[in-house]
């Protein structure tokens, strides 16, 4: 019944409009990058990924949303990818688990869980709502088969799965595929060349590839 909801705007062509968006982020965090030093891929892979679910999943562009949304949602992504914290967690059995203010989660998901509330309570009140084409809009005017929306706590849960299932996914696709070029000289070449006029053949055996 959910899948159902979400499946306009996970389609092919809809993808294609979020295009511009992903390319508009890749080139402001690429014009934040030093020449001629090495750094580690995978951050700023994550800094992109994140960036371009905010914009098109959750909608953001203002500045002054972005930052503190983005802050909030970093805390709880690095908190969740700690593996060691979380392993202490789980081997200090389900209680500890469920206490585990004490490691500061349940401050950090209640931080970005009332940023997301607003976030929600913002789009309902938007005139432009049928215009928009962000996935939380969509799923605003989204209707399951007796004709109701989705609640507040439908739509919390799925723009949070969104953002755990694809931010660190993507970016570890990303990382590891940059990683793996660098090994490459004579692929990374060729990639670069059909690259710089718009992608090809190559350049999507490469992506398969490095999955």
């Known amino acids: 019944r959910q899948r159902r909801l979400l499946l306009p705007p996970s389609h092919g062509d809809r993808m294609e409009r979020y295009g511009e968006a992903m390319r508009t982020v890749v080139a402001d965090e690429l014009a934040r990058w030093p020449t001629g030093v090495a750094a580690p891929a995978w951050p700023r892979m994550q800094a992109i990924t994140l960036e371009v679910i905010l914009r098109a999943v959750f909608g953001v562009t203002e500045r002054s949303r972005l930052d503190p949304l ?26 500890r688990l469920a206490e585990s203010r004490a490691l500061g989660y349940k401050g950090l998901m209640a931080r970005a869980d009332e940023l997301v509330w607003a976030e929600i ?16 809009s969509l799923l605003l ?9 989705m609640s507040d706590g439908e739509l919390r849960d799925e723009l949070m799965t969104l953002l755990v299932a694809g931010h660190e996914t993507t970016a570890t696709a990303l990382a590891w595929t940059l990683e793996r070029l660098t090994r490459h000289p004579a692929a990374l070449e060729r ?21």
Request: hydrophobic share 40%.
């Open 141 to 149: 005017q989204a209707r399951h088969e007796d004709g109701a929306q």
């Open 121 to 136: 309570a913002r789009h309902r009140d938007e005139a432009d709502l049928e215009s928009r084409d962000d996935v939380l």
């Open 191 to 211: 990639t670069v060349a059909e690259a710089s006029g718009g992608g090809g053949p190559y350049t999507e055996a490469v992506v398969q590839e490095s999955l």
């Open 70 to 95: 983005r802050a909030a949602l970093r805390a709880m992504l690095d908190f969740i990818g700690d593996n060691r914290r979380m392993a202490l967690l789980v081997l200090a059995g389900p209680r």
